[in-house]
């Protein structure tokens, strides 16, 4: 499966940016992950396929948004109110398989990974 992630780019504090990502085959979930310098990747937000649950870390909550096109099996990440700490490279990730809702939080749910794109948020 081969995932495109796209919408990454310089934006200032408090601006906004809306990642994008796309993949074939059959979905059962999506998740953003992301990795800062010199830190772990972690998880930012997914959405499950079949009903639209969405799913956020304490850190992306009220700020990010994670959305789904099922006609062109895409899935958004709007984020807003972004902060220097937001700053990392934002992965997508897809699995086939629908799991209840803590799953979808662990990168081992997941089988294929897009290549990535860079938010830097900064003045």
């Known amino acids: 499966v081969q995932l495109q992630a796209s919408g990454g780019g310089l934006v200032q504090p408090g601006g906004s940016l809306r990642l994008a990502c796309t993949a074939p085959?059959?979905?059962?979930?999506v998740g953003w992950f992301r990795q800062a310098p010199g830190k772990d990747r972690e998880f930012a937000a997914a959405?499950?396929?079949?009903?639209?649950?969405?799913y956020y870390t304490d850190s992306t909550k009220g700020r990010f948004t994670i959305s789904r096109d099922r006609a062109k099996n895409t899935v958004y990440l709007q984020m807003n109110y972004l902060k220097p700490e937001d700053t990392a490279v934002y992965y997508c990730?897809?699995?086939?398989?629908?799991?209840?809702?803590?799953?979808?939080?662990?990168?081992?749910?997941?089988?294929?990974w897009g290549q990535g794109t860079l938010v830097t948020v900064s003045s």
């Open positions: 990730a897809t699995t086939p398989r629908t799991y209840n809702a803590g799953y979808y939080r662990l990168s081992s749910a997941y089988d294929s």
């Open positions: 959405v499950r396929w079949t009903d639209g649950g969405t």
């Open positions: 085959g059959r979905i059962g979930g």
